[in-house]
């Protein structure tokens, strides 16, 4: 069974730096893009970073690019997000991503919470 488990979240200040790390298994991980999503309080869910054909290929929106960095260790089996510079705005819930077999499918999701 296709199953994605975040870790990493907590608090942090402005500046500091996290990594959170998806755990995956059930499916063919180096072959299936991988995403990072974020749901801010009261939010909606938004695509934030994607990795695809085996780590080479990554995308980000505007307002984590030269921040974030997402990456993926194909033994391991682990998407990693490390999060540099973090801001206010990046406090959200962070879910790992991965859509196969017709459907998306989801970690329960970290919380992480960047506060003064």
């Known amino acids: 069974q296709v199953q994605l488990v975040e870790s990493g979240g907590g608090l942090v200040q402005p500046w500091d730096s996290l990594t959170l790390s998806c755990n995956a298994s059930?499916?063919?991980?180096?072959?299936?893009?991988m995403r990072w999503y974020r749901q801010a309080d009261a939010g909606i869910r938004r695509q934030i970073a994607t990795?695809?054909?085996?780590?080479?290929?990554?995308d980000y929106i505007q307002s984590i690019k030269g921040r974030f960095t997402i990456a993926q260790d194909n033994t391991k089996n682990i998407l990693t997000l490390q999060m540099n510079d973090q801001k206010l705005e990046d406090t959200a819930v962070y879910y790992c991503?991965?859509?196969?077999?017709?459907?998306?499918?989801w970690g329960p999701g970290t919380q992480v919470t960047v506060s003064s």
């Open positions: 990795i695809a054909n085996v780590g080479t290929t990554t």
């Open positions: 991503n991965v859509r196969l077999y017709g459907s998306d499918y």
């Open positions: 059930g499916f063919a991980f180096s072959k299936y893009v």
